[in-house]
């Protein structure tokens, strides 16, 4: 579905954000895309929807390379190409419907956009994603009156309304709390299952990664260092990734949060009886 | 104890001048200077006095303000005024939102940028009161004047002030509308619009204040509206219609100062 053929990008400061990236991604794969801050997989995922444009290398998408494209031919392009962001980057001061409508910017006309008078198949596809995920009574609301994990909702919502054919998704758990993150991956996940979509997600919890990912790439300097089914990401493997570290504590860790989080949930099933 | 090895007092490190001798160099620079500008102030002492009598009568004209004799000239003035505030706030604010959305950075090309930002230049350089001037020479005595001064007046500052808030807008919300396929124009209306809104009614109405007062100032130099009324009247020594239309003119800037910070504190 989507393949990256040596890849890179190296910005006008002569940092090389990505050297020689190859990588394809299958119908309905859901890859994660892990490393350290710095690493290059905002860059990568940038580059993919030409919101960074790289330096060499190519793009396919289908049988489209998107490096070689002009500009109403990328506009066309990206309408394909749904994507979910750090910070969910819903435009706050718009309603939740206007966001999500958003997503179809790419196949309105301006006067249709500008008037908020979308077709009707448009308007109804929206209620339908928002009742998929969970805020159909939130329609009218202001985006800034939702909180974080709803605001993340409305973010898929808004991509899934572009009918994309490939999702990118940029930190979707950055700024979510544990529970929030994981019901919004489950969600995501789902989503994808539900229609076979692709699917890049940048991610740097890695238990988290591993819990919901089919595949993971790891990136390091710009470089694919790992590339393989989450129960390959050995100590070795992660070591290769982000350098030594106690990997076992981390995951330790990791464990007792979600025991916590079993108890708390517990204790509130007590409380509510 | 241990925490005896910690001083007891700080004091806050000079930010600018490091050095001392420069800071007190400067400091009775400042203080030579004050006192040696001050000394070259002429002040003829004897007109002062003529003044303060005249400046008497003025300040009992406002006390004993005289809304009646002149009512046709003053009511007349102030239509205009007011028609000349209106309409050239609206015009101007029309004119500054593409000249605004033009002069920001991350909005617009290279060279539409320098074009817009000039034209923001030329208008803020130049005084009300000049361009009324020019208006006045250009197209004779009367309202139409002022209405071009202050609509070339409210671009300038409209535009600036819309154009460094564009610049400042969240680039996350534009980059996710972007990546959704939408065009230049579609961008400008669903990521930038909503950030700007507020603000650039609050400054509509900020600006509409301003051109009343203004409309006050150019009328002096012909621009029609109340100034030419307040002209007429203190030229003709009748301080009493002067202070009269003193008294609205403070009256008028009061409701709209009131009703435009209290409309703006309902749009947030």
Known sequence: MLTLEGLSKTYKTGDAALTEVSLSVPKGQIMGLIGPSGAGKSTLIRCINRLVDPTAGRILLGDVDLVRLGKADLRRQRRRIGMIFQEYALVERLTVMENVLSGRLGYVPFWRSFLRRYPGPDIQRAYQLLDRVGLI?????????????QRQRVGIARALAQDPELLLVDEPTASLDPKTSRQIMRLLTEICAERGLPAIVNIHDVPLAQQFMQRIVGLRAGRVVFDG?????????????????????MRQGDDEQSQAEAEARDRMAALAR | MTTQRYPTTWRRPPQILKDRR?????????VVYLFLAIGTVEVNWSRVYDGLERGQRFVMGFLQPDFTSRWRDISQGLVESLTMTLTSTVIGVAISVPIGIGAARNLAPRWVYYVCR?????????????????FVAMFGFGPFAGFLTLSFATIGF?????????????????????????????????????QVMPRLIGLSLYRLDINFRESAVIGIVGAGGIGATLNTAIDRYEYDSAGAILLIIIGIVMIAEYSSSYLRKFLQ
């Open chain 2, 118 to 134: 000039a034209i923001i230049a030329v208008s803020r350089a130049l005084q009300e009161v000049i361009i009324a001037i020019f």
């Open chain 1, 229 to 249: 089914a989450p129960d390959q990401l050995t100590h070795d493997a992660l070591t290769a990734i982000y350098g030594e570290e106690d990997w076992n504590a």
């Open chain 1, 137 to 149: 009574d939130h329609a009218d609301k202001r985006a800034d009156a939702l909180s974080g994990g």
């Open chain 2, 158 to 194: 409209i535009a600036k002030l819309v154009a460094d808030d564009i610049e400042e807008i969240d680039e996350a919300q534009v980059e996710a509308v972007r990546a959704t396929g939408a065009s230049w124009a579609q961008l400008v209306n669903y990521a930038v619009q909503p």
């Open chain 2, 22 to 30: 420069w800071r007190i160099a400067i400091q009775i620079g400042i």
